[in-house]
T-cell receptor
């Protein structure tokens, strides 16, 4: 079965501090992992995917198959990073999301 | 391109009423899906489709029906609305293939009294 766990409902971080949003997954095959973001009054949109190995808006995420994790990181938080972040796993045609973490950047 | 469109934006129903949430995309995507978003529960997959004529159940399919007669449209039907179906519903589409980006609609906020 596919499962995505985001342990933190809310993460408050001061501007300029590092950010780490945690994501753990359970999947018996080879997973495809994503991070999606929902800014206030905007649609859900893709932030990054592990196959691209890219950095978007300063965010990176590394797939760790040993720890079954795909944590999202940014070295220096900015106020515009405040949003809802969802980790997602694609497998067997189903795309499953975690419960989401609300990131609040404090001034 | 309009992308993924959903109608209506808002809807209030009484318990027991039925209705259809509409979803359409103009990107020729094979894959379409419906999610519900509830506080503390994240996005949960209701039903999905990998192409016209093919649908399958997601995590929370009970109380919902779907059909996919065309590539563009993927309506979600509530057969007999219940207060537990009060939620925000999102439709999404993508090219088929596990690494592809999903494009989301703006959502429909449904309240069942």
């Amino acid at each position: 079965a596919q499962r995505v766990t985001q342990p933190e409902k809310l993460l408050s971080v001061f501007k300029g501090a590092p950010v780490e949003l945690k994501c753990n997954y359970s999947y018996s095959g080879s997973p495809e992992l994503f991070w999606y973001v929902q800014y206030s009054r905007q649609r859900l949109q893709l932030l990054l995917r592990h196959i691209s190995r890219e950095s978007i808006k300063g965010f990176t995420a590394d797939l760790n198959k040993g720890e079954t994790s795909f944590h999202l990181k940014k070295p220096f938080a900015q106020e515009e990073d405040s949003a809802m972040y969802y980790c997602a796993l694609s497998g067997n045609d189903k795309i499953i999301f975690g419960k989401g973490t609300r990131l609040h950047i404090l001034p | 391109n309009a992308g993924v469109t959903q109608t209506p934006k808002f809807q209030v129903l009484k318990t027991g009423q039925s209705m259809t949430l509409q979803c359409a995309q103009d990107m020729n995507h094979e894959y379409m899906s419906w999610y519900r978003q509830d506080p503390g529960m994240g996005l949960r997959l209701i039903h999905y489709s990998v192409g016209a004529g093919i649908t399958d159940q997601g995590e929370v399919p009970n109380g919902y029906n779907v059909s996919r007669s065309t590539t563009e449209d993927f309506p979600l039907r509530l057969l007999s609305a219940a207060p537990s179906q009060t939620s925000v519903y999102f439709c999404a589409s993508s090219y088929r293939g596990r690494g592809n980006e999903q494009f989301f609609g703006p959502g429909t906020r449904l309240t069942v009294l």
